[in-house]
Structure formats: structure tokens, C-alpha cells
């Protein structure tokens, strides 16, 4: 197959979703029907499950059999499919922010009792910083929720995007009759089963007759009138508006009964963007280039203490990626070549010669050689745009535990920090260094891990923050003021970039106003 035809029936996307609306379930599917998998169930082993908050360590290990999932593909329809996981915990949602920077779409499942919840609105922040094409998909139609024309401006007002719906449902809850396919004109009558695969009956006019006598004369109606009031509403589905993140398409459906999700597929397929191109630093990057280039998204950590072995995600934006082949490692400046890259084809690990546009290869790192954003290239000195850092939720002060091990610990703080478990600031006024997470489960897991792969032991010592945010302004004076009049309360980041601590609300609006000049930026990119 050329080259470019290999880039083209690409669809590298992440399922996303708040917590409980079905993300796991309906990833299943989507591997049920690509064939990937054949019971269900098989997926489930991957979820962190929700009950486990407390035991991190049970969390981590769910977390290491996830990495056989952490790309799922598959082929369908002649298409190749990639599914990049990500975790359901949201104490690892930074995990997930940083795994939309290597989708070229999302899927977002939304509950339809539930609507929009924070963690929903939270992704759609994140997709919308990159205008990544959205599809949602409004799941458990076989239970009551709210109706779907609140649903719809809920979803538009809520996710600040508009909406196109591609499907429209029939009832719900105990009345679901099923969905009309409003990309197809088809009738797709819905029988709870989590086995079996829905039929389509095509309707080529749906004020015929047929359709009073499928779902009956009164469904029918409300059928017909809430087609019409579509129609009136929504401009008709056009496909650059969504590839340009503008108008997301809603489908209905219900993943646990195997309803609606191959409509989806299907049309996803048909409308998904294959790689596009990306802004690095230095130039835009086309799929089609000959020569690979890639960036690296995601690390994974092996938790068994006797193997400090990592595996770096790498996806492939350039080129064909090739194994033991030579590729600049552009940060730091050397070449590597990998004799054992692994894709994962749903459940599979396997090793790959090559890889295109839009995959993912696994690339085994045991001594720190790779950081989130790192550039891989065939010789060029590009850098991909990583995700920039968000301000953390939970800040504690580290300290050493043991005098005699004070340089594992930093090399420790170095490493983990690389591999985005958590960031660290230094405090500029007393040297402290200040380990900032999105959630309490991180403390442990960094002690644990410190303690277990640097022999390092730490404490930690509470402070009271509210927000870390990075400051510039245009006027050097200003920002000079600024920092001499809060050096208390100054820090600097990984990078070496100025960072306010705020322990307040209060006080970073008190900041805000009194200093005009300096603006405050709650992320790394401004
Ligand atoms: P998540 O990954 O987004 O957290 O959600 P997950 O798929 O685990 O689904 C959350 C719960 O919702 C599960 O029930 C799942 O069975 C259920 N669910 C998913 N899709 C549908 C649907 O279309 N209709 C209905 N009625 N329920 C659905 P659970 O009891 O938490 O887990 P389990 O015991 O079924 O595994």
C-alpha cells in the first residue's frame, strides 16, 4: 500500500469521559466490533476501578496491566485503528491531558441522566487548547434521562462547542424504542441484548407508514416533529466545521447493550481525521514527510522494584518510524537506535519493523533516557510542543528522610518529575522544594517509588497553597517589583520560569490588582 494511503486509513483517537458514563465500556465495544476482542469483559482488567481510591498500590498494579492497553488497534473496514487508553482515576488526569496531545480526535461519552460533569468539562478544555475534533456520544439511553433537546443545549453550552446530532433516539429508559440514523436515513430498532448486534431497517421517508408500524403511531409522531424541529435548529453536518473543533456530531446510544456503537464506528471511520499536521517549535510537520519524525507522550513506569524499566509512547507525526534504524533523540543530542519497538494490536504486544503516521510504538527505556515531549527525528533538530503543565491541586513541601542519600532523592525528584507523575517548584526565598499534584494518591505513589526504585527516603511537610501560577509581563521593571515584593513567595519551575505561589484566592486577586502589569497564567503556556 502507498505510503500516504497508509497515513489516510489512519484514526488515532482516546475515548474520554467523566468518570461512571461508560468509557471502559464503550472501548470494549469498539474492540468487540474491530474484532480485537471477542468476550466481553476482556477490557475491564484495565480499569482502576473507582472503589480502590484508597489502596494506590492496587491502583498500580492495574496500572501496569494497563499497559498492554495503553493503545489499543485494531483493523476495521480497512482502516486502522488506534484507541489510546486513558485512566478512568482522575487523581491521573494529567496522564489523560497529555495523551490528547497524540490523538488526531476524541470520542467524549456523556451519561444521558447525568449530562455534563466536571471531569467532561475539564477534557473539553483541554481538547479545545488544540481544536482536536470532538464526536460525542450520549450513552445508557436504556435508563431515563433528560430529554435530548436540553441534553443538546446542555452539551453546547456546557462544553462551549456546537452541536450537530447524526442520531436521534426514540424514547428512552423503559420506552427506548431505538435511534434514526440521520447520517444514513436509517431506522435502527433497539432490542437490549449485550450480545447481539442491532439490525438496521431503512427508512427512506419517514412519514411512510413503516414507521408508524415499527414503533408505533405515537412514537412515530414525536419522531417526525422532533426531526423537524432538528432540521430547523442545527445547520447541516459539515464535516470541516468539525475537523476544525467547531461543531462536535451526537450520537445516542447504549454501550452495555451493544446499541448504536456501530453507527458510530461507521461514521466515525467515515469522518475522523487521519494524521494531520503539527506546529513544532521550529516549522509544521506534514504526516507525509518522508523522513520519521515523533514525540514521546507518555512514560510508563514498570512498579517492580527490581527492573527500573520504563516504556516510552512514542507517536509517530512523519515518515515511517523503523526498527534499528538510527534516530536523533533531539534533546539530548545523541542517536538511538531500538531493536525491540512494540506496538500493541488490542490485547497483544508484539514487536514492530515499522510504524506510520498516527502510530504508536512502545520503546523500552531502563536508564531515564527519555521525558514527556522529548523529539525523536531522522536528523533534524525539531521539538514538538508538549502540553503545557497546569497548575496543581495538592502542594506539600519534600524534605529528606536520610541525610546520606540526599543525591538519590534529587536524582529521584528528577526522574519522576520527567516522567509526569508530578511537578516540582523550588521556592526562591528558602530553597524548599515543593511537590505540586492533581491528587493526594501522587504523594504516596512518589514515596513509595522513591523509596523503592533511589533508595531515597522522604517526608512531607504540609503548605498551604492555593494556586501556583506563572507570571510574566512585558515591562522588566514591573516584574522585578512584582518579585521583590513577594519573594516569600516566589518559585521557580523545572524550566527555570518564574512562579507565583498564591496561598489564596484572596490573595492572587489581591496580586491581580495591584500589579496591572504582571499577567498571571494558571499553565506553563502562555
Ligand atoms: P467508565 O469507564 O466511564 O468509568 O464507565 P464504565 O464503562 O465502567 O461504566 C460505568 C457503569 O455504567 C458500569 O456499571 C457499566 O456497566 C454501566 N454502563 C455502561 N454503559 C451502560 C449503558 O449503556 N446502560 C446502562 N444501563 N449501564 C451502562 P457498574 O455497575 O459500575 O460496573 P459493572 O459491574 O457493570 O462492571
Redesign the pocket.
Known amino acids: 500500500m502507498a505510503f500516504i494511503d497508509e497515513i489516510k486509513r489512519r484514526r488515532t483517537f482516546a475515548v474520554i469521559?467523566?468518570?461512571?458514563?461508560?468509557?471502559?465500556?464503550?472501548t470494549e465495544k469498539l474492540l468487540l466490533f474491530g474484532g480485537a476482542i471477542h468476550i466481553a469483559g476482556a477490557v475491564?482488567s484495565n480499569?482502576i476501578k473507582k472503589t480502590a481510591t484508597s489502596d494506590w498500590m492496587e491502583i498500580e498494579k492495574q496500572r501496569g496491566i494497563s499497559v498492554a492497553t495503553s493503545v489499543m488497534a485494531f483493523e476495521y473496514n480497512g482502516f486502522k485503528i488506534n484507541i489510546l487508553d486513558t485512566p478512568?482515576h482522575q487523581d491521573f488526569q494529567e496522564d489523560t491531558f497529555r495523551t490528547l496531545t497524540a490523538v488526531d480526535s476524541v470520542i467524549i461519552?456523556v451519561d444521558c441522566a447525568k449530562g455534563v460533569e466536571s471531569q467532561t468539562r475539564k477534557l473539553m478544555n483541554v481538547c479545545r487548547m488544540r481544536n482536536t475534533p470532538v464526536i460525542v456520544f450520549v450513552?445508557?439511553?436504556?435508563?431515563n434521562g433528560k430529554n435530548p433537546f436540553d441534553l443538546m443545549d446542555e452539551l453546547e453550552k456546557e462544553l462551549n462547542i456546537m452541536v450537530r446530532p447524526l442520531s436521534w433516539p426514540i424514547n428512552q429508559g423503559d420506552k427506548f424504542k431505538g435511534v434514526y440514523n440521520l447520517y444514513e436515513h436509517s431506522l435502527n430498532l433497539y432490542t437490549p441484548s449485550k450480545q447481539t448486534i442491532s439490525e438496521n431497517v431503512a427508512i427512506d421517508d419517514i412519514n411512510s407508514k413503516q414507521l408508524d408500524d415499527i414503533v408505533g403511531e405515537q412514537d412515530a409522531m414525536q419522531l417526525r416533529e422532533d426531526l423537524e424541529l432538528l432540521d430547523g435548529v442545527y445547520p447541516e453536518f459539515d464535516r470541516s466545521t468539525y475537523e476544525a473543533g467547531q461543531v462536535a456530531p451526537v450520537f445516542f446510544g447504549?454501550?452495555?447493550?451493544n446499541f448504536g456503537i456501530k453507527e458510530l464506528l461507521d461514521c466515525f471511520c467515515e469522518i475522523a481525521p487521519s494524521p494531520g499536521e503539527i506546529q513544532t517549535e521550529e516549522r509544521i510537520v506534514k504526516p507525509e514527510e518522508e523522513k520519521f519524525s515523533g514525540f514521546v507522550f507518555k512514560i510508563h513506569a514498570n512498579m517492580d522494584p527490581n527492573h527500573r524499566s520504563c516504556i516510552a509512547f512514542v507517536k509517530v507525526c512523519s515518515g515511517k518510524f523503523e526498527r534499528n534504524v538510527n534516530y536523533k533523540h533531539v534533546r539530548l543530542g545523541k542517536s538511538f537506535k531500538f531493536s525491540s519497538p512494540t506496538c500493541f494490536m488490542a490485547q497483544k504486544k508484539d514487536i514492530v519493523d515499522e510504524a506510520y503516521p498516527g502510530d504508536i510504538v512502545g520503546l523500552p527505556d531502563s536508564g531515564g533516557t527519555f521525558k514527556i515531549g522529548d523529539t525523536l527525528t531522522s536528523g533534524e533538530t525539531i521539538h514538538f510542543k508538549g502540553l503545557p503543565s497546569f497548575s496543581p491541586e495538592m502542594f506539600k513541601y519534600i524534605e529528606n528522610d536520610d541525610p546520606m542519600k540526599a543525591k538519590q532523592l534529587n536524582k529521584g525528584i528528577e526522574q519522576l518529575t520527567d516522567e509526569g507523575v508530578a511537578q516540582v517548584f523550588t521556592n526562591q526565598f528558602n530553597g524548599r522544594k515543593i511537590i505540586g499534584t492533581v491528587g493526594a494518591l501522587q504523594f504516596e505513589v512518589i514515596q513509595y517509588r522513591l523509596l523503592h526504585e533511589y533508595n531515597a527516603q522522604c517526608r512531607w511537610e504540609p503548605i498551604s497553597l492555593y494556586k501556583a501560577c506563572w507570571i510574566e509581563s512585558d515591562d522588566a521593571e514591573a516584574l522585578d517589583t512584582f518579585k521583590k515584593r513577594k519573594y516569600q513567595y516566589m518559585a521557580k519551575d523545572k524550566e527555570g520560569r518564574d512562579v507565583f505561589l498564591a496561598d489564596s484566592g484572596y490573595i492572587l486577586q489581591m496580586a491581580q490588582s495591584d500589579f496591572p502589569k504582571i499577567r498571571f497564567h494558571f499553565s506553563s503556556e502562555f
Open positions: 469521559s467523566h468518570p461512571d458514563a461508560g468509557k471502559t465500556t464503550l475491564k480499569k478512568g461519552v450513552n445508557k439511553m436504556d435508563r447504549s454501550a452495555l447493550n
